[in-house]
């Protein structure tokens, strides 16, 4: 999206937020005016995997045997995709820690710290 057309507020949307953002989002896609076939099929598609009983337990299979709090997550109307083999991809949280690397933020917070701006 240009950086015009961008709200004030929430953006760039935060990883915490893309849960009720994919959720805004299909309501707000609920609320055009004579759709096209396009969008009503995608409205369709996510509101029938996101009630989908197998997906939710499976979602519950990957929490159970895979989930670490803080480390690995899975939201509750997380995207799994699954195929013909016997299991199934779910859509989940990692966390990757960025201690000791060049993106490292407390470095960044230590530089300013050492060099503050000059005045001018």
Same mark, same amino acid.
């Given at each position: 999206?240009?950086? *015009? ?5 929430? $953006? %760039? ?6 849960? !009720?953002?994919? /959720? +805004? ?24 995997? &996101?009630?989908? %009983?197998?997906?939710? /337990?499976? @979602? ?5 045997? &895979?989930?670490?709090? =803080?480390?690995?997550?899975?939201? #509750? #109307? *997380? @995207?799994?995709?699954?195929?013909? +083999?016997?299991?199934?991809? @779910?859509? =989940? $949280?990692?966390? @990757? ?6 993106? +490292? !933020?407390? !470095? +960044? ?8 701006? *000059?005045?001018?």
């Amino acid at each position: 999206m240009p950086l *015009a057309q961008r709200p004030s507020s929430g $953006w %760039p949307i935060k990883p915490e937020n893309m849960n !009720k953002t994919f /959720q +805004d989002l299909l309501t707000a896609a609920k609320t055009v005016q004579n759709p096209p076939a396009l969008l009503t099929a995608a409205i369709e598609a996510a509101e029938q995997h &996101l009630d989908d %009983p197998r997906r939710e /337990q499976i @979602v519950e299979m990957a929490r159970e045997s &895979l989930g670490r709090e =803080g480390a690995i997550e899975f939201d #509750d #109307d *997380a @995207v799994v995709s699954e195929g013909s +083999d016997n299991g199934a991809y @779910v859509e =989940g $949280w990692i966390w @990757v820690d960025f201690e000791g690397t060049s993106l +490292d !933020k407390a !470095k +960044d917070e230590q530089r300013d710290e050492q060099d503050p701006p *000059a005045n001018g």
